[in-house]
């Protein structure tokens, strides 16, 4: 498996950005798909964008949010823009392989109306 380090959360204002990062160690070339989650309070966590053969998205973040992977594979980017209040939540790395499948700690981002 591999381990997932994120970094980059913070508080921002309403319509600023923030871009999340998340690095691999570990078995990184087994890795197929890497891809971000949210969790607000009180709700269940839910899936915001995943980078594999192609790149999808949330409704909901579609046209704001962006993930890219650099050439290496082991560090996954979500470049958030125009952010919102309803943004705010613990956001999750994750790594998925054939076998396994790695959550990474969490970040806090804060979006103030």
């Known amino acids: 498996q591999v381990q997932l380090v994120e970094s980059g959360g913070g508080w921002v204002q309403a319509g600023g950005s923030l871009r999340l990062s998340c690095a691999a160690s570990?078995?990184?070339?087994?890795?197929?798909?890497m891809g971000w989650y949210r969790q607000a309070p009180g709700k269940q966590r839910e899936w915001v964008a995943t980078s594999g053969g192609t790149t999808d998205y949330a409704d909901s973040v579609k046209g704001r949010f962006t993930i890219s992977r650099e050439n290496a594979k082991n560090t996954v980017f979500l470049q958030m823009n125009s952010l919102k209040p309803e943004d705010t939540a613990v956001y999750y790395c994750?790594?998925?392989?054939?076998?396994?499948?790695?959550w990474g700690r969490g970040i806090q981002v804060t979006v103030s109306s």
């Open positions: 570990g078995s990184i070339s087994s890795i197929n798909t």
């Open positions: 994750k790594a998925v392989s054939l076998l396994w499948s790695s």
